[in-house]
């Protein structure tokens, strides 16, 4: 009778997590970085058992491992709250449906695509506004706690590191092309993740000002060096020196510490369950469906999904410039399907990119292979999350071995201000891609950015005097811009 009851908490848990994850999947607009939020609210607040240091940690592991963060945080999340089950549940409900609704565009792309796709965006809008606001509060959250001047200053720096690319855009749309022949100031996620580390490894074993001085020269130049600026000024090799000159000054001084035992890593079972489950369950449905319909070009496909997911470091809007790489430069696709079609729905619609990316890929190469598209998409769909959580919880396992080293304690200190940093310059290429939608619409992008941003402040003051509930502030923002936007363009043509 014990085991019976423990077996039914077990599945009300798991049912529960997985209506959590759902939901995230549904309102998943904006990418990995903004989802941040949405999902410490659904699972760091809501489940008692996952408290804000576990998401700290899952959090951490995303940004520092290849793939989709939602996809990623799903994984780990889910399988510390309900073994395996939850992992699964978690990676694919965050996926799914977005996915399946940029499938279904795909696939019906010639009868409503470009309509549905127009329709989505003008919704989008307000969800961006939802979204931005979620930010926002998550990182005057982080600022509040802990030393906010300290707090402030790392944000500060995060967000001038990131926010490059999004400053142009958004100043190309109100008329001032500030910077635009020399991107200063755009670093990716894995860059900004690199010189955090670099800094953090070596912070307590800093003793002298001279020391301080060097390890924030070579920090500040990896910043400025990174990005598409070494490329535009023909510093590539400046920027090779600087990386060399960081791992001599991390070897330095990680040689000259003493007193630091090694730690002896040793992956869990449930770890290695799950890690193994994410990776051969597709691999082997993928071997199933090649074999079933005795085509081999199955193999290689697949074997393009993975190894594109494992390189894709930064996020979906990375992933696009790689698949072209894998699939539209090697002929599988063409790029007239891949660019007009795909990265437009995709971007159009809530879930990571890089499971819409490569579902979508596998859905257009499966109209010439024998599988066919609805099953080259599940099998390239399956692939990527496989990819994506089975490495991160291999990576959230191992991290959890140093839980008690230097680098863990300071980056439990540091690390949520330099994410909120990043996700200041989340929201401002939010902002730049629903100006975007509201220009194509017939308005004025500098006004939409105004009104925007007037929006977010209006939803913090409604949310703080009525206690709305979020879920009734996004359908209201998304609401409002899909009636706005419909009835412009409506008028315009």
Not at 88 to 111: D, E, Y
Not at 247 to 259: D, E, H
Request: aromatic residues 8%.
């Amino acid at each position: 009778m014990r085991n019976l009851s423990e077996s039914s908490e077990k599945l009300r848990t798991l049912g529960r997590l997985a209506a959590s994850f759902l939901k995230i999947g549904v309102i998943g607009f904006g990418g990995g970085s903004a989802l941040i939020p949405v999902m410490e609210r659904e699972l760091a607040q809501g489940q008692t058992e996952l408290s804000r240091e576990d998401f700290l940690r899952h959090t951490v592991v995303a940004n520092i491992t290849p793939g989709a963060l939602p996809v990623k945080l799903g994984a780990t999340c889910g399988l510390q709250l309900s073994g395996v089950g939850g992992a699964t549940a978690g990676a694919l409900l965050v996926s799914l449906p977005g996915t399946l609704i940029c499938l279904l565009l795909l696939n019906l792309f010639t009868l409503a695509g470009e309509t549905a796709i127009r329709f989505i965006s003008y919704a989008s809008v307000g969800i961006s506004v939802y979204i931005v606001f979620l930010l926002a509060q998550y990182t005057w959250k982080v600022l509040r706690s802990g030393k906010r001047s300290t707090a402030a200053a790392i944000c500060a720096g995060a967000f001038l590191a990131t926010c490059g690319s999004e400053l142009r855009q958004l100043g190309a749309l109100v008329g001032l092309p500030v910077g635009q022949s020399v991107p200063l100031l755009d670093i990716s996620t894995i860059e900004l993740m690199i010189v955090t580390f670099f800094v953090l490894m070596i912070l307590d074993r800093i003793r002298t000002r001279v020391q301080a001085v060097l390890v924030a020269l070579e920090a500040g130049a990896f910043v400025l060096l990174s990005g598409k600026t070494a490329q535009t000024l023909h510093l590539e090799t400046a920027r090779w020196i600087v990386i060399g000159a960081m791992a001599v000054t991390l070897l330095a001084f990680l040689l000259r510490s003493k007193g630091h035992q090694k730690q002896r890593v040793k992956l869990s079972p449930a770890v290695m369950a799950a890690a193994l489950a994410f990776i051969l369950l597709p691999i082997a449905f993928m071997a199933v469906v090649a074999v079933g319909c005795r085509d081999g070009a199955v193999l290689s496909f697949g074997k393009d999904v993975m190894l594109s997911t494992m390189v894709s470091f930064g996020g979906g809007e990375a992933y696009v410039s790689v698949a072209d790489g894998f699939f539209v430069q090697t002929g599988i696709v063409s790029a007239e399907e891949f660019y007009t079609q795909l990265v437009a729905v995709a971007n159009a619609l809530p879930g990571p990119i890089l499971v819409k990316i490569a579902a979508g890929t596998g859905f257009l190469f499966g109209k010439s292979c024998l599988a066919g598209s609805w099953l080259m998409a599940a099998v390239s769909a399956l692939l990527s999350i496989g990819v994506c959580g089975g490495v991160a919880i291999v990576v959230s396992g191992v991290y959890e071995a140093y839980q008690d080293s230097s680098l863990i304690k300071n980056l439990s200190m540091y690390i949520l201000p330099v994410i909120g940093g990043m996700l200041l310059s989340t929201s401002c290429a939010m902002f730049a891609e629903s100006a975007k939608t509201v220009a194509a619409a017939g308005g004025s992008a500098g006004m939409a950015l105004l009104v925007m941003t007037l929006s977010v402040a209006a939803m913090w003051v409604v949310q703080k005097k009525t206690r709305i509930k979020d879920s009734a502030l996004l359908v209201l923002g998304a609401g409002v811009s899909f009636v706005v936007l419909f009835v412009r363009f409506s008028l315009l043509g």
